[in-house]
C-alpha cells in the first residue's frame, strides 16, 4: 500500500486495484495529456513571437518609391543632424552606377560613415561597412525629398504637397527653401538641413 499510495496519478489511479503496468501506463498517459496542451501553446507563443517581429521589421523598413525617380546626379549633398542640441555634419554624395544609385557619406573628415547601393526597389549593401539603419532611413527620406513633384503622386501614393512644403504622413515632412535646400524632419528626431555642396567642404 504504501507503493500504491507513492504511485499515483490521481484519485482514480488511487483505487485501481490493477498491476504495476497499469498504473505506469495509466501515470504515463496522464502526464502526456497534461504536458501536450501546454507544449503547443508554448509553441504557439514563439510563432506569434516570430510573426510579431517580422511585422515590426517590415514596418519600420522606410518606404521607397514604385519606379525610381528622375533625378539629376551627381549630387553632392552637406547634411547637418540636428537632435538634443547636438551637430554633426557629413558629406553625401548620390551617382548613378549601373545597375542603381550608388549613396555614400563621409564625415568632414573623408571617414565613410554609410554607403548602400538602391537597385530597383532593394538596398543593397556596398563595401564593408557594417549596417546603419539611420543612414538608410535618412537616404530613403532624401529619395522622397528629391523626387520631382510630377513624380510624386506616382511613387508615394499617400504623400502630399502644398507650396514648399511636402510630407508622407507619419514619416517625414519636408520644408523647402530651394529644391536642393530644404529641412527634413522626422516624428521623432532627427532633424536634418540639406544644402547642395558647392566648392569648399562647410
Known amino acids: 500500500m504504501l507503493i500504491a499510495e507513492r504511485i499515483t496519478c490521481g484519485s482514480e489511479l488511487a483505487r485501481d486495484g490493477g498491476g504495476s503496468v497499469n498504473i505506469y501506463a495509466d501515470c504515463h498517459d496522464a502526464i502526456a495529456s497534461k504536458l501536450a496542451p501546454t507544449g503547443l501553446v508554448v ?19 522606410a518606404p521607397l518609391p514604385e519606379q525610381t525617380p528622375s533625378l539629376s546626379l551627381p549630387l553632392q549633398l552637406h547634411i547637418q543632424r540636428l537632435q538634443a542640441e547636438q551637430r554633426q555634419d557629413w558629406v553625401l554624395v548620390i551617382q548613378r552606377e549601373e545597375p ?57 501614393p499617400t ?14 515632412d519636408v520644408h523647402y527653401s530651394q529644391p536642393l535646400n530644404f529641412e527634413l524632419n522626422l516624428p521623432k528626431g532627427p532633424n536634418y538641413q540639406i544644402t547642395p555642396l558647392s566648392g569648399d567642404t562647410p
Open 43 to 61: 509553441a504557439m507563443r514563439f510563432l506569434l513571437l516570430g510573426v510579431t517581429l517580422l511585422l515590426s521589421a517590415c514596418a519600420s523598413q
Open 100 to 156: 542603381g544609385i550608388r549613396w555614400s557619406m563621409m564625415d568632414l573628415l573623408g571617414i565613410p560613415q554609410a554607403r548602400q547601393k538602391l537597385v530597383g526597389n532593394q538596398w543593397r549593401a556596398d563595401g564593408l561597412l557594417p549596417p546603419n539603419p539611420e543612414a538608410r532611413e535618412l537616404f530613403a527620406a532624401l529619395l522622397f525629398a528629391l523626387t520631382p513633384q510630377d513624380e510624386l503622386a506616382g511613387n508615394y
Open 159 to 172: 504623400a502630399w504637397q502644398h507650396g514648399m512644403q511636402r510630407s508622407l504622413p507619419e514619416r517625414w
